[in-house]
Nanobody
């Protein structure tokens, strides 16, 4: 069992930055690939980024603006979000996966989920 807790969301103006964090407890954090997803009101949940032991993947809409990183010593994964746009407004979720195709962003490949943190970008 893995428990995930997100933090760092908030309200920011367009063009600004936020850094989301997700802290894990339970089984060995380093054995999981970690991902960030988001869900805007009235929309389906969307893959944002994922990181394993050696590689990262991003949805096209955030490439060059968002960076995912992990600190296995602190059981933490971060999402640095720069040049934020109003369309980035959503609840952001952290998730953990043991599936070899975690990088495809298919949510069914992620077994554990956090409760989410709200990110609101004003225009």
């Amino acid at each position: 069992q893995v428990q995930l807790v997100e933090s760092g969301g908030g309200l920011v103006q367009a063009g600004g930055s936020l850094r989301l964090s997700c802290t894990a407890s339970g089984r060995t954090f380093s054995s999981y690939a970690m991902g960030w997803f988001r869900q805007a009101p009235g929309k389906e949940r969307e893959f944002v980024a994922a990181i394993s032991w050696s590689s990262e993947s991003y949805v096209d809409s955030v490439k060059g603006r968002f960076t995912i990183s992990r600190d296995n010593a602190k059981n933490t994964v971060h999402l640095q979000m720069n040049s934020l746009k109003p369309e980035d407004t959503a609840v952001y979720y952290c998730a953990a996966s043991e599936h070899p195709s975690y990088y495809t962003g298919v949510s069914e490949f992620y077994r554990y989920w956090g409760q989410g943190t709200q990110v609101t970008v004003s225009s």
